[in-house]
């Protein structure tokens, strides 16, 4: 036995020589141990360490192989995720969840896929190849017990304490949930494989059987006699025909699905006092077809048990060390998995545990009887459910994705290795759904001809497949398109394909499979036609006499007893093998199954599909045998049977091998020829002048039959017509009598009338005098009061405007009145700033004077002392005479600066007369401004005066003091002027704030 300790690495290879398997039970034990150091959880060296103070052993919780038994995966008590890959001799952590897993499975379908059940009720969705998270179910309301998938993969049971839960995994919608009553809870829920069934076992040992598309009720499992049994563990075959269930007791009890009846009951040793849990082993150990269950008891030993033969094969464990607590056996049947209760990791080789315990048949029980106590009940069939392949060199992976779905078909021209892809085929069983796209389309090498592809399809629908919805309806529009349009370029290609009735049934699976691409549909199904189909319209219309003839030589070779039984109950060819062909099989089988099947076929020449045939029918033999009439063979051929498909193609590559060349149909139908590039290869393998007899005969009548419609459609509508003309003549009929009665009737009624009518004229006249009279009083009353209301609205009216009109004074007054006295505010604060411009300009003057008049007495007196005084004083005299002229230059200057701010205070006066529009005061205004402007006109006409005057009085050639006199008399002038000048704009005031308050409107007033 080897021991390999991982120590809790992350990764490496699992041993460092290839094990060799104990003598005893070819075991391999795989051990886990992490060390513990100052408090601290470390993974250190790759070595194998005892079980020592320093070192705690991680035990093994669940451990379940992938999907060809070649990898493994296994958890650890700490929620670490081992992958482990026999062949490759490596191991590698895939997650880390943190939590103890309770439940461990993988997806059938996607066999990247890995469901584990942590203690914290959820069920976690890993990829392997990514080693990523994909999405979590939950949480549950108890602790998990199991998870089972069925073979489509779309749906999840959890079994939990309390209930079941079924998740779709696509959307992650929990779908339903199952719980059991007050006192009968749930035991175990699973699917059943290979069929639409789910299984469901109470506490109460009640079985109960269901639907999975519509989770309807559809049958129940018998009761047992005696004791009750207490199911704990069941166990299915692969195909799904059998159930074993097995519970506290050392009784297990097998029914069979199909019947419905419990078939065995297997008593086990009494040393056997509880069943753990039950496996069934695939294929076959010892040469012979038998049926291998392997029962896990509580004492920990695995015990291999032959069903048919009752016999105790052998057993695994028994030493303290290795009780094992669960085990997991792989899909081909070659390797077990067991979890010890020490929480080690076993590995035995079950072929060679065989060889190796050459125990004596032991009869492990007596058959007790179900049904009747005086017949035995049978044993399961000798013939075991499926083969296992021998073991192959794993492939190595590709990129592996968490995304489901297929991936996109690669170009024309990309063409893989035959000899790798039958190796595969035959070590696997079929292509992986994510690579068959592709792979079909380089076993066909399809040319993907686009150019002619589109000129087929621009032909538009042919007329045979118009109505293509009424014949064959379809759910899906898209489908139904798709299918149309494959038909149509197909029958432009060659007319044939518009007469054979069987082409839409035969072409739809792969309609179906490759939906999403047009062109590769068309060329797969042309490719089909033009190898696996091409002999079979020589005959047409009839069926292919010279395929069914091969068929029928297979058979005979291979099978002459099921042939001689068809012959004497004449049943021919065409009754037992032309249905499988005509549909390609996809009747018989399922879609699974089906892919499978032509997985194999393309792999092949074009014979192999005939071979399939005749194997199919050979497997069928002991069902076909019963049937003796034409209707039941063919119902058989036309139904999905319980034939299993593996043994099949076993037996189609069997009769490929052994068929003599005589016979062989390669010789007829020869090797495989892929359609052309650029433009397709034409298809004339038929009796053109029938099909086109045919077309001629259906074209003539589908002419007839639009002459007929339209004569038809002429003569209905003429019949219309006149049926529509007869009945308006009838209706007018009708209606004119009735209008002569109604008019004699009407006669009578108006004598009546008028004798009726005369009474009431004279009382009327009595009435409309009396009318009359009230009405003119009543008018004469309304007329008086709507006078005294009209009176009553004028006064209430003028007093209203009376009341508005002393409103409207007052408001003018008022406002009139804050005017006045704004214009008076302004015109103070003008006084004064005039005032103060005055003072100032008076001072400035008499400044100025005074200085003239010092200069004067300075000059004068050097006038007077020039006389005695040297010429050279003169330059300074004519200086200072200049610097006085440029004194009252000044002085002029700011006079004239100070009569400008006047004037323009004047003009803001000006303006705001303007914007209260007195139109009037500013007309008069005007005026005396242009007095007042011809009075500053005229002052400075007198002040430039005054200032020459100065200025001469000054100048000493004539040595003439008389000027200096006058100054006094035209300062006085002066000052009377700007005196005469403030009255004037005194004046001016006063008149505008006297216009203001006799002017009467309110608007003036409104700025």
């Not at 690495?9 to 070819?26: A, F, L």
């Not at 029914?255 to 419990?262: N, T």
Request: net charge neutral.
């Amino acid at each position: 036995m080897e021991s390999i300790d991982l120590c809790g690495g992350d990764g490496g290879s699992i041993w460092g020589r290839k094990p060799t398997p104990r003598e005893k039970d070819g075991l391999v034990q795989v051990n886990l141990y992490y060390f513990i150091f100052f408090r601290f959880l470390l993974s250190i060296r790759n070595t194998r360490i005892g079980l020592t103070a320093a070192g705690r052993h991680v035990p093994f919780t669940r451990v379940t192989f992938g999907c060809h038994g070649n990898w493994f995966i296994a958890t650890d008590q700490l929620g670490v995720i081992y992958s482990f890959d026999v062949y490759r001799n490596k191991y590698q952590v895939v997650y880390r969840l943190g939590k103890t897993c309770t439940a461990l499975l993988i997806s059938h379908t996607y066999s990247n896929e890995l469901f584990v059940a942590t203690n914290d009720l959820n069920v976690h969705c890993i990829n392997i190849g990514s080693r990523q998270l994909i999405t979590t179910f939950g949480p549950h309301e108890a602790s998990i017990k199991s998870l089972s998938l069925p073979q489509s993969g779309q749906y999840l049971l959890v079994v939990t304490a309390c209930d079941s839960v079924l998740w779709d995994i696509n959307t992650g919608i929990r779908r339903k949930t199952l719980c059991g009553g007050e006192s009968v809870g749930v035991q175990d829920v699973f699917f059943l494989p290979l069929t639409n069934s789910i299984i469901t076992c109470f506490k109460d040992d009640s079985i109960h059987v269901w639907d999975t598309s519509t989770l309807d009720y559809k049958y129940n499992l018998p009761l047992p006699s005696g004791p009750p049994p207490h199911y704990r563990a069941f166990a299915t075959t692969q195909d799904g025909s059998f159930l074993v269930a097995g519970g506290r007791s050392n009784i297990l009890y097998i029914w069979s699905m199909k019947r419905h009846v419990l078939e065995h009951v297997i008593q086990l040793p009494s040393k056997v006092k509880n069943v753990k849990q039950l496996l069934f082993v695939p294929g076959t150990f010892d040469g012979h077809k038998s049926q291998v269950l392997g029962m896990l008891a509580q004492d920990g030993l695995l015990r291999f048990v032959s069903v048919t033969g009752c016999q105790l094969l052998f057993t695994l464990g028994g030493k303290d060390e290795e009780l094992i607590s669960m085990a997991h056996i792989d899909p081909m049947g070659r390797h077990v998995a067991a979890v010890t209760e020490q929480g080690s990791l076993l590995i035995y080789d079950l072929s060679h545990s065989l060889k190796a315990h050459h125990l004596p048949s032991l009869t492990v029980s007596e058959l007790f009887q179900v049904e009747k106590s005086s017949s035995q009940v049978s044993k399961l069939s000798s013939s075991s459910t499926s083969v296992p392949d021998p073991p192959v060199k794993p492939v190595s992976k590709t990129s592996q994705s968490a995304k489901r779905g297929e991936t996109s078909s690669a170009g024309g021209g990309v063409s893989l290795n035959l000899a790798k892809l039958r190796s595969i085929l035959r070590g696997y069983g079929e292509y992986p759904a994510k690579y068959r796209s592709f792979i079909w389309r380089s076993l066909l090498q399809l040319p993907l001809n686009h150019m002619s592809y589109s000129t087929l399809l621009d032909k538009g629908t042919h007329s045979a497949y118009i109505d293509i919805g009424d014949k064959y309806p379809i759910k899906s529009q898209k489908l139904l398109r798709i299918l149309q349009r494959t038909l149509s370029a197909l029958s432009h290609w060659s007319p044939l394909f518009s007469e054979v009735d069987y082409l839409p049934p035969l072409i739809f699976p792969f309609v179906k499979h490759f939906q999403n691409n047009q062109l590769v549909i068309f060329e797969m199904v042309a490719t089909i036609l033009f190898n696996w189909c091409s002999h079979w319209f020589e005959y047409f219309p009839n069926p292919p006499l010279n395929v069914l003839s091969l068929v029928e030589n297979l058979l005979s070779h291979h099978d002459n007893h099921l042939l001689q039984h068809f012959v004497s109950h004449n049943i021919t060819a065409q009754v037992y093998a032309w249905p499988l062909l005509q549909t390609l099989f996809s009747e018989a089988l399922s879609k699974e199954e089906w892919l499978k099947l032509w997985d194999n076929v393309l792999s092949q020449p074009p014979s192999f599909l005939l071979m399939v045939a005749a194997a199919y029918i050979s497997c069928a033999r002991s069902a076909l045998l019963k049937c003796t009439t034409v209707e039941d063979v063919e119902y058989f051929m036309r139904h999905q049977s319980t034939v299993n498909l593996k043994v099949v193609l076993q037996d189609a590559y069997r009769m490929q091998e052994a068929t003599p060349p005589a016979i062989h149909p390669h010789k007829t139908l020869g090797d495989f020829v892929p359609l052309t590039s650029g433009a397709y290869p034409i298809f004339n393998k038929y009796p053109k002048y029938i099909v086109n007899y045919q077309l001629q005969e259906k074209e003539r009548i589908r002419r007839e039959e639009q002459e007929y419609l339209r004569q038809r459609q002429q003569t209905l509508e003429l019949e219309r017509l006149a049926e529509q003309r007869r009945q308006e003549d009838e209706a007018w009929q009708r209606q004119h009598e009735l209008l002569l009665q109604a008019e004699s009737q009407r006669k009578k009624m108006l004598e009546l009338e008028e004798e009726k009518l005369s009474d009431q004229r004279a009382r009327l006249a009595a009435m409309k005098r009396e009318a009359k009279l009230k009405e003119l009083k009543s008018l004469d009353d309304a007329r008086q009061k709507y006078l005294q209301q009209q009176q009553t609205l004028r006064e209430l009216e003028i007093e209203k405007m009376d009341k508005e009109i002393e409103k409207k004074v007052l408001l003018r007054d008022k406002e009139t009145q804050e005017a006045i006295e704004e214009v008076e505010i302004r015109s103070l604060e003008l006084q004064a700033q005039r005032a103060c411009l005055e003072r100032e300009l008076l001072r400035r003057h008499e400044l100025a004077m005074y200085r003239l008049r010092n200069a004067h007495e300075v000059e004068r007196e050097r006038t007077e002392s020039e006389r005695f005084s040297p010429p050279s004083k003169i330059a300074d005299i004519q200086e200072a005479q200049s610097n006085m002229i440029q004194l009252e230059n000044d002085l002029q200057a700011r006079n004239n600066e100070d009569i400008a701010l006047a004037c323009r205070e004047l003009r803001s006066l000006q303006n705001d007369l303007k914007e209260q529009n007195l139109q009037a005061a500013q007309e008069k205004y005007k005026e005396e401004e242009k007095k007042l402007e011809t009075a500053f006109m005229k002052l400075q006409t007198m002040k430039d005066s005054s200032s020459s005057e100065e200025i001469s009085s000054i100048n000493p050639p004539d040595n003439n003091h008389t000027g200096a006199g006058q100054w006094p008399h035209h300062r006085k002038q002066l000052n009377g002027e700007e005196t005469q000048l403030l009255h004037s704009v005194h004046n001016l005031r006063r008149r505008i704030a006297q216009h203001m308050r006799d002017s009467t409107s309110p608007s003036l007033l409104s700025t």
